[in-house]
C-alpha cells in the first residue's frame, strides 16, 4: 500500500468569536489516501491555515520539507519510521510547535488507515484495550458571574457527569472572584463530583498561584490547571512544591523530549499532552509510559470534535493506568457534528470506539458546509 494525497482541509464556522478560548469554532482535518483506497483521518488543533501550510508546503532542501511532500509514495503501515521521517525532514522549522502538530494529525490518520487495513480498533494495535470505558469528565469555559456558574454546573451532573472542568473566561480577573466562581461551582456540584479548575494562564506568578490554590482548597479541586505560563517551568516547580493540591499542565508541550524536560523541571501532578498537538497517538502513548516511570498522571488534553475524542479515546484504552477522559461539551457544530458518532455518556463514562482504526465516520456534509 503507497500513500497517494496528504489532504489539510480548514473548516472553520461563519461566526467565530475570537475573544474566546474556544477552538471548536475551527478545525484542520487530515485526509491521506492510499492507492489501496483506504482513506485514514485525523485532526489538528492549533492555527488551522497555518497548519495547512506546513502540509502542503514543496520541499525546501533535506531537512525543511513540507509533510505531504515526504509521505507520498511512502507504506502508511510504517508509523514510526515515517514519524521519524517527518521529524527530521521538517527539523529547521520544527521540533516542536506548528510542525509537530501537523505531525500529530497525519499520524492519527496514518494509525486510521492501519486499523482500517488490519481490520483491528487502534487501541488493540497499541497493545489494548486496557478498558472499555472510561470516566469523562465535562469540559467547558468557566461563566462569567457566580450564578451562571451554577447553573452551567447543575445541568452537566444533570446530564451525568460525575466530573466537570471550568476553564479560562474569568479566571484570573479578580483573586476574590476566583473564590466566589469556586464556591458556587461546589456547592451546585455537591459533595460527590470532582471539580478541576483551569486557570488558563490566568495567575501571573506562583506566588500568587499558591495564596489563590489555598483559598481554593476548601472546595476541593481534583486538580488545578495551567495556572502559569507554559514556560515558566520555575514558578510551576516552587507552586507544586508548595501545595497539597494536585497541578496539571502540558496542552501547549509537545514531544517526548518537552514532557520529559517538562516533567523533570517542574514536579507537576498531571500532564496533559493534546493528541492533536504533542505528536500524535504514537508520541502521547510514549509521553504516558515516561509519565508513569515517574509517577505522573497523564489526561490528554482534548477540546473539540469527535475525531479528537477518538483519537484520544484509543489512546487512554492502550494506556494501562487511565483516569479520566477529557468531554468537551461545547455547542459548536464542528463539536457536536463533524462525526456520524456522538459518544454518549453512560453512567459518566464513555464507550472506547471498536470500529476499524479510529472507529468513526466523517459526515461529509459538515465537512462540505464549513470548508474554507
Ligand atoms: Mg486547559
Known amino acids: 500500500m503507497k500513500i497517494t494525497e496528504v489532504e489539510a482541509i480548514v473548516l472553520r464556522q461563519p461566526d467565530v468569536d475570537t475573544s474566546k478560548a474556544d477552538g471548536s469554532q475551527d478545525a484542520l482535518l487530515i485526509r491521506i489516501r492510499t492507492d ?23 520541499a525546501s532542501h533535506a531537512i525543511a520539507s513540507g509533510l505531504g511532500a515526504l509521505l507520498v509514495g511512502e ?57 472499555e470505558r472510561i470516566r469523562a469528565y465535562a469540559s467547558t469555559l468557566m461563566p462569567e458571574t457566580p450564578a451562571e456558574t451554577a447553573e452551567v454546573v447543575a445541568g452537566l451532573v444533570g446530564r451525568g457527569f460525575t466530573a466537570i472542568k471550568l476553564g ?21 456540584a455537591g459533595d460527590d463530583v470532582e471539580l478541576m479548575f483551569d486557570i488558563g494562564l490566568g495567575w501571573p506568578d506562583a506566588d500568587h498561584a499558591i495564596r ?32 497539597e493540591t494536585r497541578i496539571a ?4 508541550e509537545a514531544t517526548r523530549w518537552g514532557f520529559a524536560d517538562l516533567m523533570e523541571r517542574t514536579g507537576v501532578d498531571v500532564v496533559q499532552p493534546d493528541v492533536t498537538r504533542a505528536g500524535g497517538i504514537s508520541e502521547c502513548i510514549r509521553i504516558a509510559h515516561l509519565a508513569d ?28 493506568r487511565a483516569t479520566f477522559f477529557e468531554y468537551c461539551v461545547q455547542e459548536t457544530a464542528l463539536n457536536q457534528a463533524l462525526t456520524v458518532e456522538r459518544f454518549p455518556l453512560e453512567d459518566g463514562m464513555v464507550r472506547i470506539p471498536d470500529g476499524p482504526g479510529l472507529g468513526i465516520e466523517i459526515d461529509d456534509e459538515v465537512v462540505r458546509r464549513y470548508a474554507v
Open 36 to 58: 489501496e483506497g483506504l482513506t485514514g483521518i485525523g485532526e489538528v488543533d492549533s492555527l488551522p491555515p497555518v497548519v495547512k501550510a506546513i502540509v502542503d508546503a514543496p
Open 75 to 131: 507504506n502508511p503501515l510504517e508509523i514510526d519510521r515515517l514519524w521519524e521521517k517527518m521529524y527530521r525532514g521538517s527539523i529547521y522549522y520544527g521540533r516542536r510547535g506548528a510542525a509537530i502538530h501537523a505531525m500529530s494529525g497525519i499520524d492519527i490518520a496514518l494509525w486510521d488507515i492501519k486499523g482500517k487495513a488490519l481490520g483491528q480498533p487502534a487501541c488493540r494495535l497499541l497493545g489494548g484495550p486496557h478498558r
Open 168 to 188: 479560562w473566561g474569568p479566571w484570573g480577573r479578580d483573586p476574590d472572584l476566583d473564590i466566589e466562581l469556586a464556591a458556587a461551582a461546589r456547592t451546585a
Open 212 to 243: 489563590q490554590v489555598r483559598r481554593l482548597e476548601p472546595f476541593r479541586p481534583y486538580w488545578v490547571e495551567e495556572p502559569l505560563w507554559p514556560d515558566d517551568l520555575a514558578g510551576y516547580r516552587k507552586l507544586a512544591d508548595a501545595v
Open 249 to 252: 499542565c502540558g496542552e501547549e
Open 293 to 320: 516511570l515517574r509517577g505522573v498522571s497523564t489526561v490528554l488534553h482534548s477540546w473539540s470534535t469527535g475525531i479528537i475524542k477518538a483519537a484520544s479515546l484509543h489512546v487512554l484504552a492502550a494506556m494501562p
